[in-house]
């Protein structure tokens, strides 16, 4: 009995397809594939008719050329590897007015896209004025050997706030960039913007724009609450096993450092084989753990076990899920556990066993 960390391969792709409905999709495969492994998430990907991806590491950039050799590979992030981006045909952002004049000679023949910083000030050109900058300075470069503008493209920071106006703000402010350099003439073979939440707002990919650019809901976690669960479905499965049921009586502490006071007389606790250790985190920790379909408070984590109070329904080697498309990672997301993003990436692959069904 070890604790497992489970994906059922054809429910990932059907949510994948789902999801996609047949729009033009760039599938974020950033952090191992948010976890559920990059070489799976891609092949899947690919089967569904994706051809296009993108990764904030120019390693698993590479790593995606090898598994996809016909695909567009755009790198979120800048990087100075100029010939390893040529070599694998990566396309790359273009981060600023900066790192474009330090470095104009060495991104021939690379295709950037131009991005456009917008609210969440983490990388990009900061006004249309510097995109037109990089966009006439590139038109009047003689050089034969130059970069390729091939895309425009910016990041919304508050997609999945709801009660600020601030996703409003960002998106007029980029659709504006957008149908301005339009306006002037200019074409850009890719440009992209919204993540999952900003998807799903919107009911569509953006007017002008040839992509969205989609992560969390390609791995089945809602981006925000309102959304009905059954648009997006989970695949993955964290369960671990019942080792044995105790009783504790009225007063005793258990776990460490007082983590739990048993209340009552004849407490039944299950010690399980399942902690932090395996990348449950404290915060979902002070919700349930479901046995037998039914949902019991978990009352203390250690680093390779946890204590649920159980019933007398359960037994020691039933199965405790931590999660699974009835205890869904959004679900915790939307109770205050964290980000769905950051509950998967907690997870321990190398103390869970992993498996693909
Ligand atoms: C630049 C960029 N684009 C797209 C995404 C995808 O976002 P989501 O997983 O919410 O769809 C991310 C994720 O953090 C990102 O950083």
Same mark, same amino acid.
């Given at each position: 009995?070890?604790?497992?960390?489970?994906?059922?391969?054809?429910?990932?792709?059907?949510?994948?397809?789902?999801? *996609?409905? !047949?729009?033009?999709? %760039?599938?974020?495969?950033?952090?191992?594939?948010?976890?559920?492994?990059?070489?799976?998430?891609?092949?899947?990907?690919?089967?569904?008719?994706?051809?296009?991806? &993108?990764?904030?590491?120019?390693? =698993?950039?590479?790593?995606?050329?090898?598994?996809?050799? /016909?695909?567009?590979?755009?790198?979120?992030?800048?990087?100075? =590897? #100029?010939? *390893?981006?040529?070599?694998?045909?990566?396309? %790359?952002?273009?981060?600023?007015?900066?790192?474009?004049?330090?470095?104009?000679?060495?991104?021939?023949?690379?295709?950037?896209?131009?991005?456009?910083?917008?609210?969440?000030?983490?990388?990009?050109?900061?006004?249309?004025?510097?995109?037109? =900058? *990089?966009?006439?300075?590139? =038109?009047?470069?003689?050089?034969?050997?130059?970069?390729?503008?091939?895309?425009?493209?910016?990041?919304?920071?508050?997609?999945?706030?709801?009660?600020?106006?601030?996703?409003?703000?960002?998106?007029?402010?980029?659709?504006?960039?957008?149908?301005?350099?339009?306006?002037?003439?200019?074409? #850009?073979? %890719?440009?992209?913007?919204?993540?999952?939440?900003?998807?799903?707002?919107?009911?569509? *990919?953006?007017?002008?724009?040839?992509?969205?650019?989609?992560?969390?809901?390609?791995?089945?976690?809602?981006?925000?609450?309102?959304?009905?669960?059954?648009?997006?479905?989970?695949?993955?499965?964290?369960?671990?096993?019942?080792?044995?049921?105790?009783?504790?009586?009225?007063?005793?502490?258990?776990?460490?450092?007082?983590?739990?006071?048993?209340?009552?007389?004849?407490?039944?606790?299950?010690?399980?084989?399942?902690?932090?250790?395996?990348?449950?985190?404290?915060?979902?920790?002070?919700?349930?753990? %479901?046995?037998?379909?039914?949902?019991?408070?978990?009352?203390?984590?250690?680093?390779?076990?946890?204590?649920? /109070?159980?019933?007398?329904?359960?037994?020691?080697?039933?199965?405790?899920?931590?999660?699974?498309?009835?205890?869904?990672?959004? /679900?915790?997301?939307?109770?205050?556990?964290?980000?769905?993003?950051?509950?998967? &990436?907690?997870? !321990?692959?190398?103390?869970?066993?992993?498996?693909?069904?």
């Amino acid at each position: 009995m070890t604790a497992t960390w489970s994906v059922e391969t054809a429910e990932f792709k059907k949510n994948a397809a789902n999801v *996609v409905n !047949n729009n033009n999709i %760039m599938a974020v495969v950033k952090n191992n594939a948010y976890h559920y492994g990059l070489n799976f998430a891609v092949e899947q990907f690919l089967q569904i008719g994706i051809n296009t991806f &993108s990764t904030t590491s120019l390693k =698993e950039a590479v790593r995606i050329r090898k598994i996809a050799p /016909e695909a567009t590979i755009f790198l979120m992030n800048a990087v100075y =590897e #100029f010939d *390893v981006l040529r070599e694998h045909q990566i396309h %790359m952002t273009l981060p600023s007015l900066q790192y474009y004049y330090e470095h104009v000679e060495d991104l021939y023949d690379i295709h950037v896209h131009l991005e456009f910083e917008n609210l969440l000030h983490r990388s990009g050109l900061k006004t249309i004025d510097e995109i037109k =900058e *990089v966009l006439q300075h590139h =038109e009047q470069n003689e050089n034969t050997l130059k970069m390729h503008i091939s895309g425009l493209w910016t990041h919304f920071g508050y997609a999945d706030e709801f009660d600020v106006p601030d996703y409003d703000i960002e998106k007029t402010a980029w659709l504006n960039v957008v149908e301005t350099l339009l306006k002037d003439g200019y074409q #850009f073979e %890719m440009i992209h913007a919204q993540n999952s939440a900003s998807y799903y707002r919107e009911g569509c *990919v953006l007017p002008n724009h040839t992509h969205a650019r989609v992560g969390i809901a390609l791995y089945g976690s809602r981006p925000y609450g309102s959304l009905d669960e059954s648009l997006i479905k989970q695949s993955l499965t964290v369960k671990g096993n019942v080792i044995q049921v105790r009783e504790v009586q009225q007063g005793d502490y258990c776990g460490y450092s007082f983590a739990y006071e048993a209340t009552e007389n004849n407490t039944k606790l299950a010690v399980v084989d399942v902690g932090y250790g395996d990348g449950i985190l404290k915060a979902r920790a002070k919700h349930e753990a %479901m046995i037998n379909g039914k949902r019991y408070p978990i009352r203390a984590l250690m680093m390779s076990h946890m204590f649920v /109070e159980v019933d007398s329904e359960v037994n020691a080697q039933d199965e405790v899920i931590l999660y699974n498309n009835d205890m869904r990672v959004d /679900e915790y997301t939307f109770k205050g556990v964290g980000a769905n993003s950051e509950q998967l &990436s907690a997870m !321990n692959h190398d103390s869970l066993i992993k498996e693909y069904r």
